[in-house]
């Protein structure tokens, strides 16, 4: 169980102002001005957030979530790690790009692709295509594949997305994915894959982010936090029975050696996930550098470890201290929640009228009078790989101080 926050906790007054002195020194110490905003990674947080999802997998390899991370050094580090194993990708492109970069030889593409080029480069590459699995719920997601390739020669490896939502009353509760959501209709698809030349299946993917993905001991919404336990509770003992039953019709289609991978949860699931003995993998990324929707979890303390400076730029008045810029915003449903937070120092909170905007941000709070012109106000982005859409590069801090700086995606001229 998540410990409560004090203040000598990673959430605490106490740690947030030694993290502002930090990276005060580490901004010093540059030398020279930093363009804004400055993206930062405490790499003690995410090295210590490695090995406690490490810890929770209880030996289970941990696939990694690349549309968490988007820096490929980062990715590189993680994957040097014993307990990680292979990205899940978010598109073919990135997939390709990473496979050809030899960043890892082994990829899932997490959702399925109809982006043509793309797959008209993994149909001509043997090297590619028996590195890279494919994503597929349909069998127009084979159309497609077939759509850019004259000939089979090549075999494209395929895993099936198996609706992991909970089904009650009528109702389903969980990401609205895979239309597949009994054995009967897995085989189907599973048959129509193995009986079309040019296709390899090799697994299957359970993504149940309503256990993953949604905080469940949210200090100010204890009733509700109460409610999400039990749904989850409820849905990890369905889907149980229905991993079960898939893998079973699986098995006798291809038989065990077909069958290389079952991926399955994320960050906020890794022990639950890890515990079903169909599961294989267990996919993690925001778990790295826990960005704010990752902060209340009974399954594990967070430990943040992405942030991103502005600049003081205006005084409005005694108490309040405007900044230049802070309009990251995630994506999902709108809401307070998809805002970026004041971090350090301490005791900075965003306007109810203003919120994050685009070219300035006002904070209040007892903090925000002591604040002058040209300090830098850190924030924590509600998502984790999103922040890295916003910058070039990123510094990466061990202690007090800045040992280098990393490209991101955007950085390298990337956009996926």
């Known amino acids: ?86 990205v899940l990708a978010y598109t073919l492109a990135e997939a390709l790009w990473l496979e050809e970069h030899e960043v890892t030889d082994d990829l899932l593409v997490a959702y399925p692709t109809v982006d043509r080029a793309a797959l008209g480069a993994l149909v001509v590459s043997p090297r590619a295509a028996a590195r890279i699995t494919l994503m597929v719920d349909d069998v127009a997601h084979l159309d497609a594949v077939d759509s850019v390739r004259s000939s089979r020669a090549v075999p494209v490896r395929v895993a099936i997305d198996v609706d992991a939502g909970l089904q009650a009353g009528g109702r389903h509760v969980g990401p609205k994915r895979s239309p597949l959501r009994d054995a009967e209709a897995v ?48 849905s990890l003992a369905q889907l149980a029975e229905r991993r079960r039953q898939v893998h079973a019709a699986l098995l006798d289609l291809v038989g065990p050696e077909g069958l290389e991978l079952w991926n399955a949860g994320g960050s906020g699931s890794v022990e639950t996930s ?57 994506s999902g449903a709108a809401g307070p929640d998809r805002l970026p937070t004041p971090w350090a120092p301490p005791g900075l909170r965003l306007t109810g009228l203003e919120g994050a905007g685009e070219v300035q941000t006002p904070l ?14 850190w924030f924590r982005h509600a998502k984790a790989g999103e922040l890295f859409e916003h910058g070039r590069s990123v510094r990466l801090l061990a202690d007090d101080r800045f040992v280098e700086e990393v490209e991101t995606y955007r950085g390298l001229g990337l956009a996926f």
Do not use: C
Request: net charge positive.
């Open 364 to 377: 209040v709070g007892p903090t925000a009078s002591m604040l002058s012109i040209g300090d830098l106000v």
């Open 187 to 234: 085989t189907a698809l599973a048959r129509e894959v193995v009986a079309r030349p040019g296709f390899t299946l090799v697994g299957a993917m359970t993504y149940e982010g309503q256990v993953a993905g949604v905080p469940d001991d949210v200090p100010s919404a204890r009733a509700r936090s109460l409610v999400v336990r039990r749904l989850k509770d409820a």
């Open 274 to 330: 890890a515990a079903d003995p169909v599961v294989t993998e267990v996919a993690a990324g925001s778990g790295l550098l826990v960005p704010t929707l990752f902060d209340h979890y009974r399954s594990f303390a967070p430990r943040p470890a992405a942030f991103f400076g502005l600049p003081v730029t205006r005084r409005p008045s005694a108490d309040v201290a405007t900044v230049h810029g802070g309009g990251l915003v995630a």
């Open 1 to 86: 169980m998540a410990r409560s926050t004090g203040p000598g906790e990673p959430g605490g007054a106490a740690a947030r102002s030694h993290l502002w002195a930090r990276l005060d020194a580490a901004v010093r110490a540059l030398g020279e001005p930093a363009p804004t905003p400055l993206l930062v990674v405490d790499l003690d947080a995410f090295d210590a957030n490695a090995a406690d999802l490490e810890r929770r997998a209880g030996g289970t390899p941990l696939r990694l979530a690349s549309k968490s991370v988007r820096v490929p050094s980062l990715m590189t580090r993680a994957l040097a790690r014993d307990g990680f194993r292979g």
